[in-house]
């Protein structure tokens, strides 16, 4: 089965569908992770987008239960240069193609990705389609209909959960704001014994004062984070009375929710090898990112925002510190599905803040 993959900017590429049948449109973005396909197709803040994997190979360990980010996939499509035709672990419980199949994700093998890697990185992030090859009519049609399209916004409302639900723990009370939350996020939370709260991405401030908690987090999740505008109300409501760790697209919205702007980036950070600098320790770790925006530096109040982290390749913000407030935040994914562990100790220096508030400590 012959499909293509049609950019915006007119660039076609051909291959061998797998997976789901039919078409798909999205924003195509290129991931440099080597392993952690099922963590990347199944991260909900890929909705509304095209997965491309530099990794030459995917698939050949198969899908299971356990690496699970979110119930379902949540990209629009998947590309690769090749797709394992035999996978094997003994966690497996389906195989790549399987589970794509079963979701209807489109995918697409056979692509030189090295190439279509290039035209993002020259363009930047670009809109296109997977279509069966034989529906290729009129491609000027096809282009059109790319370029008019919109894609981002306020996606997390869409990725949310839509009722509140508790993950017990007989540790600190810990709200968790579901903005396209990982799984790996509440893992981490419950194995420090928080008894978890998760709340929708429309939560009031009035709702979480109800609840009482030692600590807000605020986790990742897609789309323009200055179009939640209730959520970054909610955090001006909130962060002078609770610890706030932000993560990803809550990084973002404690940034704006304290007068900084975002700006949408060339073609984004995705991956696990993205070097991070601590700016008070002058230490250099790799992180797992994946995210398309970024805390524009020159709209920082220095006043109220002090950075923390920043990228190594780029210099870009992955960290911030609310000089007033107990509250803090990093771009990247410290809880690390897939990716080095060097930055999970974020989630006990969360802990620690909830702590020292409790104990009646001034913020520093």
Wanted: glycine share 10%.
């Amino acid at each position: 089965m012959k499909k293509l993959l049609i950019l915006e900017n007119g660039a076609v590429f051909a291959g061998t569908g797998f997976g789901g049948l039919g078409s798909c449109r999205g924003e195509v973005v290129f991931t440099t992770g080597l392993t952690g396909y099922q963590q990347a197709i199944t991260d909900q803040s890929y909705v509304n987008q095209i997965l491309v994997f530099t990794n030459p190979l995917i698939g050949n360990y198969g899908v299971n239960l356990n690496d699970m980010e979110a119930l379902q996939p949540a990209c629009a499509g998947v590309i690769c240069h090749r797709v394992a035709r035999v996978s094997d672990n003994w966690r497996q419980s389906a195989t790549l193609p399987e589970f794509l199949k079963e979701w209807s994700v489109p995918g697409i093998t056979g692509v030189d990705t090295r190439a279509l890697t290039k035209i993002l990185r020259e363009y930047g992030t670009l809109k296109g389609k997977i279509i069966d090859a034989e529906d290729l009519h009129d491609p000027e049609a096809h282009l059109i209909e790319l370029q008019n399209e919109q894609l981002n916004g306020q996606l997390a409302y869409q990725v949310t959960t839509d009722h509140k639900y508790l993950v017990p723990g007989d540790g600190y009370n810990v709200v968790l704001v579901d903005l396209g939350a990982k799984e790996s996020i509440l893992r981490e939370l419950t194995a420090r014994g928080c008894n978890v709260i998760v709340v929708p991405a429309s939560v009031t401030a009035g709702q979480i004062n109800q609840i009482h908690p030692d600590g807000i987090l605020l986790s990742n999740g897609p789309g323009d984070p200055a179009s939640l505008v209730g959520v970054i109300n909610m955090v001006e409501q909130v962060q002078d009375k609770y610890p706030i760790f932000g993560i990803c697209l809550g990084h973002q919205i404690l940034a704006l929710a304290n007068g900084a702007q975002t700006v949408k980036m060339h073609f984004g950070h995705r991956g696990f090898n993205h070097p991070v600098r601590n700016l008070q320790t002058k230490k250099t770790f790799f992180t797992s990112q994946n995210h398309g925006y970024v805390v524009d530096e020159q709209s920082i109040d220095p006043e109220r925002i002090a950075v923390t982290y920043k990228e190594i390749n780029d210099g870009t913000i992955e960290g911030i510190k609310i000089k007033d407030h107990p509250a803090f935040s990093v771009q990247f994914h410290p809880d690390a599905a897939p990716g080095p562990h060097d930055a999970s100790r974020l989630f006990d220096h969360f802990i620690q803040l909830m702590v020292k508030e409790k104990e009646g400590v001034v913020h520093a």
